[in-house]
């Protein structure tokens, strides 16, 4: 059984991909796979096949492990090599089994239009198995894929001198002042100006006294105040996963002149399920021997600290997480040198480019604790010695463009020696040419497609200068799509969809519609009837986010809104027609003209290929264990996954969980053994799963939105209200159409064809928007394997 809150790192599904010794390289067309060898005649072909890590919360997947991904997919055999490490979200079993990878964007299109217009996304929401949140739309990322990737004059440019004024990446990401700037301004300060906040140390997940999960947390006592003459102290650690989830394996302190006080290697005391050596370098045979404890360690370094201390480390909060210690003052540099959007630089990275230091070096077995915690240190006096400005003037962000641009490069200049045979030079007057990743493709032999938007397609593909229509879109994918490799198929709403006025308005709506699902009336009661006996019936069916007495009807009714939609529609289902505090009830949802089609929305979100297989159960016990609760389901078979949700707010634990199976059929006949705990007493209750596992974030982003207020600017400035209203139906039918668009591409693809959609989202001065992903490999049914 997985975890349900899986660590971003190493954890990876299993490797089922061919080796390198399997996957020889060949030039030309792609021939159709045969048959395995030594195998009896006539037994089943293998096919390729995608495993996804996308159940809990972690599925918002960034711009660039989608291209890593892709790259992997288009060029895996050619690179003879198995899936990078780094690949870690998705897995393709059998890469050399893909016929072919095609791309489809619906541009400007994000997460919003699907679910706010999920009934007319008919084929997507049905063919595609696996899908994942994005990071609201930049403009470059398929750009970045589809055009002649970083051409050879800008990565020339940015290479040699990346503060250039009139160098092409200079500018873009000049467009506004430095966040550096914006949030410490312009004077040098003390560095108590750069500890965190509370509030800061609250939001970004530190221990605190009184956190959630931090009872038994011990604490530094580093009581006295702070001073801009506080004495600074780097710290770093290593994790292991063990049944209890992230544990800390190695510890490293330094003091201010970057002297090593402590470098200590600690065995946990639960079972490890993942050394995470390629990052740690920890392996069974360095912690055999270790006798160690986290309490010696914890007891060394409130020894080592004195009571004015500051620790200074890079996302420090996970390791005083590993180290179950509190620590009032904190600088954290991924936090200091701070980037818009909530990104965040890497230690390796800012190392580099503010510090000119190499650390995590690739062809060393780990990360040393030792050397990344005096990093951190370094950057953190940096920093406080030279001021905002000075840092400002760094350009970190055109440094990591250039950055990457570099390692692409250098990575096509390989791939184009290791095609041609060619041994690499070391001389540095060699000139070799910059391949772009289609360049790639194209020296392996295979056929590329980019169709679409006019700054997309290929030269030629517009007559007159014109973007083409959609409709002229499709029917080029139709007939040449099968004659590529990896196709690019991009179709575009009109502008007049696109307007703040109408994406506000369709904001608003989506709330409304959200929080009239997740409400229910019931009643009527009687006059002395007991609120709180009320309460406790309907919570046993899922969170209760509020709870108001209805006075003005006739006889008292109660308004109940959940949290989330399965434990609305279990209560709606469950509680219609019982008899609660002494009288038979009715229980329904707010009669409105967004819920006047929720029966139909309801059946097709449990249809829903993302939710076939997963049940939402409600009244979990909060205080049972992680180990409790699998050795309570142990007898539901085929159970794959678990996710034990957290509240956002204060980060404990939820009464309710999902339940993720093997097949269908599996979640079923779990549904009826937890039907037949009930009968005999049990306080579990469940029904089939309604939201997939991104979306609940997705709905808490969408309900914390101030939409409101942008709304009453936007519509007088841009269309009168009635004109949002026609915009929004003409909306409605534009996506239909658009659905229908990619099934007659999709069904046009040759077996075995990798085909991943990618509505981008937004990212604008108005509003930013986050993109949605879907997934699959097509099979003999027409539909996706996973």
């Known amino acids: 059984m997985q975890e349900a809150t899986r660590p971003r790192g190493p954890t990876r599904p299993r490797d089922g991909s061919d080796s ?20 009896p005649r006539g037994a089943k072909e293998k096919k390729a096949r995608l495993s996804a890590e996308l159940f809990g919360e972690d599925c918002e997947i960034s711009h660039d492990q989608v291209y890593e991904f892709l790259k992997y997919a288009a060029l895996g055999k050619h690179h003879n090599a198995a899936q990078p490490r780094y690949i870690i979200w998705c897995h393709i079993h059998h890469q050399r089994r ?27 929401r049905k063919s595609f198995p696996h899908r994942f949140s994005l990071p609201p739309d930049s403009a470059n990322f398929i750009a970045s894929m589809c055009r002649e990737g970083v051409s050879a004059k800008h990565h020339n440019s940015a290479q040699a001198s990346p503060h250039v004024s009139n160098g092409h990446i200079l500018k873009s990401a000049n467009l506004e002042r430095d966040p550096i700037v914006r949030k410490y301004g312009e004077e040098k300060h003390g560095l108590t100006t750069y500890t965190l906040t509370v509030q800061e140390m609250k939001e970004n997940n530190y221990p605190l006294e009184g956190s959630p999960g931090c009872l038994h947390f011990v604490h530094t006592e580093c009581n006295s105040p702070r001073t801009d003459s506080s004495p600074l102290f780097g710290l770093d650690c290593e994790m292991c996963l063990t049944t209890k989830g992230n544990e800390v394996t190695r510890v490293s302190l330094v003091d201010a002149q970057g002297q090593c006080l402590l470098d200590e290697l600690i065995k946990p005391e639960t079972q490890i399920l993942n050394y995470f050596t390629r990052y740690s370098g920890i392996t069974r045979k360095i912690l055999l021997p270790v006798k160690t404890k986290l309490a010696d360690v914890q007891d060394k370094l409130k020894k080592l600290l004195p009571h004015d201390a500051i620790l200074v480390g890079h996302s420090l909060n996970a390791d005083l997480q590993a180290l179950q210690m509190i620590h009032p003052s904190v600088i954290d540099t991924s936090l200091l040198f701070a980037r818009s ?18 650390i995590q070096c690739e062809n ?53 020696l290791q ?19 289609l360049d790639s493709l194209r020296l392996a032999g295979q056929q590329t497609l980019l169709l679409g938007r006019r700054d997309l397609a290929s030269p030629g593909s517009c007559q007159n200068g014109q973007r083409p229509s959609n409709k002229q879109i499709l029917q080029r994918a139709i007939e040449e799509v099968p004659l590529s490799s990896f196709s690019v198929v991009q179709f575009s709403l009109r502008s007049k969809h696109v307007v703040p006025a109408l994406i506000a308005d369709i904001c608003e709506k989506m709330k409304i519609k959200l929080g009239d699902l997740l409400t229910l009336y019931a009643g009527p009661f009687g006059k002395d009837f007991c609120l709180k006996s009320v309460k406790k019936e309907f919570k046993k069916y899922g969170p209760i986010r509020s709870l108001t007495v209805i006075t003005e009807t006739h006889q008292p009714h109660i308004c109940i809104q959940y949290e989330v939609l399965e434990a609305a529609q279990l209560a709606l289902e469950s509680l219609n027609g019982a008899k609660i505090a002494g009288s038979c009830i009715k229980v329904q949802r707010p009669v409105s003209a967004v819920t006047l089609d929720c029966n139909t929305l309801i059946k097709e979100l449990e249809m829903d290929v993302e939710n076939e297989r997963v049940i939402y159960m409600a009244g979990v016990k909060k205080s049972l264990t992680e ?75 969408i309900a914390h939105q ?31 159409k658009l659905d229908c668009r990619i099934k007659k591409l999709y069904r046009s693809l040759q077996n075995n064809t990798l085909c991943v959609v990618l509505l981008p989202g937004m990212n604008s001065v108005q509003r930013s928007l986050s993109g949605l992903g879907l997934m699959g490999i097509k099979d003999d049914a027409g539909k996706s394997m996973c």
């Open 20 to 39: 390198a010794e399997d996957a020889p390289r060949r030039r030309g067309k792609r021939k159709r796979p045969e048959p395995e060898r030594g195998g």
């Open 98 to 124: 893909l016929a072919r990878v095609v791309v489809i964007v619906l541009h400007e299109v994000s997460q919003l239009h699907f679910y706010r217009f999920y009934l007319q996304f008919r084929h997507l």
């Open 341 to 358: 959007g909530g990104r965040r630089f890497k230690l390796k990275f800012l190392a580099k480019a503010v510090l000119g230091k190499e």
């Open 364 to 416: 060393r077995l780990g990360h040393d604790p030792t050397e990344d915690a005096q990093a951190a240190l370094e950057l953190a006096q940096y920093f406080i010695k030279q001021g905002p400005c000075k840092v400002e003037e760094l350009n970190l962000e055109t440094l990591l463009i250039a950055q990457k641009a570099s390692e692409i490069s250098q990575q096509k200049s390989t791939l184009y």
């Open 419 to 437: 095609l041609n045979g060619v041994q690499q030079q070391s001389s540095e007057g060699s000139s070799i040419p910059q391949l772009c990743f």
């Open 627 to 701: 180990t409790d609760l699998q050795e309570k389901l142990s007898q539901l078979k085929d159970l794959k996954a678990l996710f034990l949700p957290r509240d956002h707010k204060n980060g404990k634990r939820q009464s309710y969980c999902f339940l993720k199976f093997q097949t269908a059929e599996s979640a079923s006949s779990a549904l009826e053994v937890i039907k037949r705990w009930a009968t005999m007493g049990s306080k579990l209750r469940s029904r089939r799963a309604l939201t997939p596992s991104h979306l609940n974030q997705w709905i808490n982003h």
């Open 706 to 736: 101030d939409t409101q207020s942008l709304q009453k600017g936007e519509n007088f400035l841009y269309m009168k209200k009635k004109q949002v209203s026609t915009c929004e139906q003409d909306l409605r039918e534009k996506l239909k």
